[in-house]
């Protein structure tokens, strides 16, 4: 059973069926102008859900993302929007919450090559190293990311690795 809970605000449907998601509730689920939701009905209820088409394809993702750790030994992550949706070596941080520079980054398009320590935040806790991170982009949206962390330094020739793992999920997906 699915518990509801209520906002107390109430919205009226115009001529062509359209509501407005009032701004505090989009900010607090994190939905951003232009993403999609998906809809669902059960008895007399309309529910929405933010939708993402990258964990359609989760067992493609962790077969792409096995694929690529065993290869090329290297910590991989891959995001959508909001959340982790594979971490090879840190896989109990998969259906976490990205942290906010990193949805920055997804808003941006934003691709990170530098050669020297950052931080930001996995699962909560900050985590100090080198990262290469590579937005993956649909012909219209930024679906997610693809991170290289590592707490030694890396070579930055592996960005030509995450635009082609990027590039091959956006193809496997088939987002049109």
Do not use: W
């Amino acid at each position: 059973m699915i518990l509801l809970k209520s906002t107390g605000v109430i919205r009226r449907i115009d001529e062509l069926g359209r509501i407005v998601l009032p701004k505090e509730i989009r900010r607090n689920l994190g939905i951003r102008e232009g993403e999609n939701l998906e809809i669902f009905v059960e008895e007399d209820k309309v529910i929405l859900k933010k939708y993402s088409k990258i964990k359609d394809y989760k067992e493609t993702i962790h077969k792409i993302g096995n694929l690529v750790t065993q290869v090329y030994e290297m910590n991989l992550i891959i995001t959508d929007r909001d959340k982790i949706v594979y971490a090879n070596k840190f896989s109990t941080y998969e259906e976490t919450d990205l942290d906010m520079k990193f949805i920055q980054l997804i808003h941006n398009r934003e691709s990170v090559v530098k050669n020297d320590i950052q931080t930001y935040k996995l699962n909560g806790e900050e985590k100090s190293g080198y990262y290469l991170i590579q937005p993956i982009i649909s012909s219209t949206d930024c679906l997610g990311l693809l991170i290289i962390f590592n707490e030694k330094s890396i070579k930055e020739e592996n960005l030509t690795l995450l635009k082609f793992v990027a590039n091959l999920i956006v193809n496997k997906v088939d987002i049109s």
